[in-house]
């Protein structure tokens, strides 16, 4: 008989952790956690990181949206001046979000920050736009290629910064790869 409790799995409800250390619900995280401190907002997207599966791709989706409701307002200079603050500020705002992640649940990577998502991914839209529907879909696409598969340029930067910096980072190398692709099939 096995005395020690399975640390993969959850007695309560029979089922592995493995679900559990995804879903932010699981782990506390939720609306009231995300009200909390206007930086928490901010860094989950405005609840777009809660999604229970996919929150990278929730968030993606939240900054595409947020940029074809946005882009009837701002000018390309305004764009990148509200690019380039959000991702300063990000670095500061997520790094906040993280660290009282990491105090309220457990150690380990915070899926549900999508800060950085939404930033890059509004950076890879203005050197795209004007372009199809497609065309955005094809970024989108290839941008969460290179969020999730985590190739040698970002695990140079993971390896050696921390918190709201290697946050940030990350997804801007990811945004700079979807453009570099983009770029040689345009040409």
């Not at 009231?32 to 989706?61: C, D, E, K, Q, Y």
């Not at 920050?113 to 529907?133: E, G």
């Not at 910096?165 to 790869?177: G, P, S």
């Amino acid at each position: 008989m096995q005395t020690e409790l399975d640390p993969g799995r959850d007695p309560a409800a029979g089922t592995s952790n493995a679900f559990a250390a995804s879903n932010p619900m699981q782990m506390g995280l939720d609306a009231r956690f995300m009200w909390s401190h206007p930086l928490h907002a901010i860094s989950l997207g405005l609840g777009s990181g809660l999604a229970p599966v996919l929150p990278g791709a929730t968030g993606t989706l939240f900054g595409w949206a947020s940029f074809i409701i946005l882009n009837r307002y701002l000018n390309p200079l305004q764009w990148a001046v509200l690019i380039g603050i959000g991702f300063l500020a990000g670095i500061a705002i997520t790094g906040y979000t993280h660290k009282r992640i990491q105090q309220t649940t457990r150690p380990g990577p915070a899926q549900v920050i999508v800060w950085d998502h939404v930033v890059a991914f509004w950076l890879v839209l203005l050197m795209v736009t004007p372009s199809s529907f497609l065309t955005q879909l094809c970024a989108f696409l290839l941008f969460r290629f290179f969020d999730t598969v985590t190739l040698p340029p970002v695990r140079y930067y993971q390896r050696r910064l921390r918190g709201g910096t290697r946050i940030m980072v990350d997804d801007a190398i990811a945004a700079f790869l979807t453009l570099i692709v983009i770029a040689v099939w345009r040409h």
